[in-house]
């Protein structure tokens, strides 16, 4: 951390990002605006780290993103404790085993609040069966030091998964305990403190809400499950395979019954309800049974396509969670003429950096 980037300038940084960030939004009329802040320290559930051979030694590695020079990682007080843990446990016990060094260039660690921990070994060479069995000896040595840890080894075309390729993530929220499989190198939330507060708002949110809600974006299902007890119906779509499989375990898991997840892209989606085009995935559900009066995106910080937006704009209630104000308040331009914004919120996914992630409730107007 340089010496701005610190838990002591912590709300010093928010409270300037917030007035940057609501200066976008000053244009609409934002009449109710939350801001929910990071825990400072070990709040990253994921970290990504070069590999530098320096001789005998190994070191996890960061880029400068100014200079480009290299920076040594000897702890990482953003990322969780259980990664840093396994950061200072994995070097000595790579560093003179040749099998596992030999062109290794990244390490990338995933981790959950309930204490799970997938690490990808990442390299420049093919992997064999003596790799997998020093993998697997690495693995036994980092669940006796009592971690609770999968191994992927990576190269290119491969992927060696030791046991499998996910953890469960448990969270609680508004006194509600749900499970989430998280995939590795699919998206999930990176701070997932931030994500119960993103979670719970969403919540209470759509509390009076009624009739059913579709979503574009739904990942794992993280945003339908938890709002699948405020709807009759979820009707939710996304593009990614793993994350589309994650999300019916997730279903069936945390036995939620009214919630139906199709591998769609928005795109898709928008033809199919426009009636431009049929899907064989979408057998058996037939879109016009579904009052829904609620719309939810959450989509990657490109936003919405114009024609999702239009299609969007039909609904009565509209929930945009966004990780790039800029993008959104470009689509706002286009959704505050049919509607209004009733309330926002600001939530502190990325701490002391630029990035804001911005949710907000509209209603239709005409
Ligand atoms: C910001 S993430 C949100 C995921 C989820 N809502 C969550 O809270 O974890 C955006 C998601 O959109 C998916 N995605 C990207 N492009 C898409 C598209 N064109 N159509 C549908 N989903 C897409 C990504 O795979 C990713 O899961």
Known sequence: MTNLVTPE???QLLDEKVTRTMALFNQFDVKELAIYPSPKTHYRMRAEFRIWHNGDDLH????????KKRIYINDFPVATKIINQAMQLIVPLIKYNHLLRYKLFQIDYLSTLS???LISLVYH???????TTEANKLRTELIKKGLDVHIIGRASNQKICLEHDYIDEQLNILGKKYTYRQVENSFTQPNATINIAMLSWAINATKEFSGDLLELYCGNGNFSIALAQNFKRVLATEIAKSSVKAAQYNIAVNKIENLKIIRLSAE???QAINNEREFNRLKGICLSDYQCNTVLVDPPRSGLDINT????????NIIYISCNPLTLQ???NYLTQTHHIQKMAFFDQFPYTDHLECAVVLYKTC
């Open 9 to 11: 300038n912590y709300q």
């Open 60 to 67: 996890h590695i960061m880029f400068d993103k100014v200079n």
């Open 115 to 117: 204490n799970q921990l």
């Open 125 to 131: 060479k093919k992997l064999d069966d003596d790799w």
């Open 268 to 270: 898709e989606l928008t």
């Open 309 to 316: 937006l239009k299609m969007i704009a039909k609904y009565q």
């Open 330 to 332: 470009e689509n706002l």
